[in-house]
């Protein structure tokens, strides 16, 4: 039985760089595996240095002052070290869903943080619009994408101070003037990649402002300075992830990508707005392109649905713990037939109840 991929993540991949993937495990470069081989040797630092090119490339951001940078530690940890690096008395934060609620957490350990706008008191099914960022800002912190709630900001502000985005869920997956952001970070696990790596996409002007002593290991400037070398990177993640961006470029970019997208998020809400059994989590101006939330407008028919679902081959459409109901994560790599799988079976279920 073929198998249809919904997993918030981390999530389907391209079947081609699975193979090519699983083929460096076992030979990368003269019957070694990838895994063995030196971090320094020459064949895995061209990798870490096509991933690096490849991240700006696509992105737009060559030769525009930017450097990409491929760490550990996932986005969590970039909740800490945005702060670290850039904040110095005072940042916005845009309270969108639980992991811009985590950042603005993490990031009153350095200093004063402001919330703009939040849709919390919502249980974050809308982005807040409308909000002034005060300009004596170090910067101003928003996440692009929201899994959990299946929120996505489809406007960015024009901002007078430097701009962060968490673009975890929704990097590379449509066409952004990414130059409006001066740092940009992502784990890869949703559009680029296995768990184990998360990008950074950072412009050099912002840093080094920041008063307090940063551990190395938390410097961006350190970072930047080794190649993502300080300490040895995830190989295979880091392998995996460039893989992807080559599967990409290939495909024509994000250009192309983001054709697919909509045509995949358009499916997939026509069945939910038509189907009288189903109902949408979010606020239709603000709904994600990569992940549809939503649930059951009759809890009686959740057993007979998800037998359906489970005999379709449909994997991973459980919606977070927090939220429950169900949510369709359709990242880059998930084919629009998977999308048509999962609308037959909920039309199916309307015709039987």
Same mark, same amino acid.
């Given at each position: ?125 809308? @982005?807040? +619009? =409308?909000?002034?960022?005060? *300009? ?6 928003? %996440? $692009?994408?929201? !899994? ?75 970072? @930047?300075? +080794? =190649?993502?070398?300080?300490? *040895? ?6 392998? %995996? $992830?460039?893989? !992807? ?78 939220? =429950? ?12 037939? $998977? ?15």
């Amino acid at each position: 039985m073929k198998r249809h991929n919904f997993s918030a993540g981390p999530c389907i991949l391209p079947g081609s760089v699975l193979q090519k993937a699983s083929e460096a495990v076992i030979n990368f470069d003269n019957g070694l595996s990838l895994l063995e081989i030196s971090h320094r040797s020459k064949p895995f630092v061209d990798v870490m240095e096509n991933a690096r090119i490849l991240a700006l490339e696509l992105l737009g951001l060559e030769g525009k002052g930017y450097k990409a940078l491929f760490l550990q530690g996932g986005a969590s940890t970039q909740f800490l070290m945005v702060a670290f690096n850039m904040l110095e008395k005072r940042a916005s934060y845009l309270n969108t869903g639980t992991w811009s609620d985590n950042a603005i957490k993490q990031a009153k350990i350095y200093g004063d943080v402001f919330e703009v706008a939040s849709s919390k008191e919502a249980n974050y099914n809308y @982005i807040p +619009k =409308g909000y002034d960022i005060p *300009t004596d800002s170090d910067y101003f912190h928003c %996440t $692009s994408n929201n !899994t959990i709630f299946g929120t996505q900001m489809k406007e960015f502000p024009n901002s007078s101070v430097p701009m962060v985005c968490d673009m975890s869920s929704d990097i590379f997956s449509r066409e952004i003037d990414f130059s409006k952001f001066d740092l940009i970070y992502a784990g890869a696990q949703k559009n680029m990649g296995p768990a184990g790596a998360t990008l950074v996409v950072v412009k050099e002007d912002v840093l080094g402002k920041v008063s307090r002593q940063i551990p190395s290991m938390m410097d961006y400037k350190a970072q @930047i300075s +080794k =190649g993502s070398m300080f300490n *040895t990177p995830p190989v295979f993640a880091v392998y %995996t $992830s460039m893989l !992807t961006l080559e599967w990409l470029k290939d495909l024509g970019g994000i250009a192309a990508i983001e054709k697919e997208n909509n045509k995949k998020a358009q499916l997939i809400y026509s069945e939910i707005d038509l189907n009288p059994l189903f109902k949408g989590f979010s606020a239709k101006t603000d709904r994600s392109t990569m992940n549809a939330t939503f649930t059951l407008t009759n809890g009686d028919l959740k057993e007979t649905f998800e037998t359906m679902v489970n005999e379709a081959g449909i994997n991973g459409l459980s919606g977070h713990r927090s939220v =429950g109901g169900y949510r369709a994560s359709m990242y880059n790599a998930l084919p629009l037939e $998977s999308v048509g799988v999962l609308v037959d079976v909920m039309s199916e279920l309307e015709r039987k109840a």
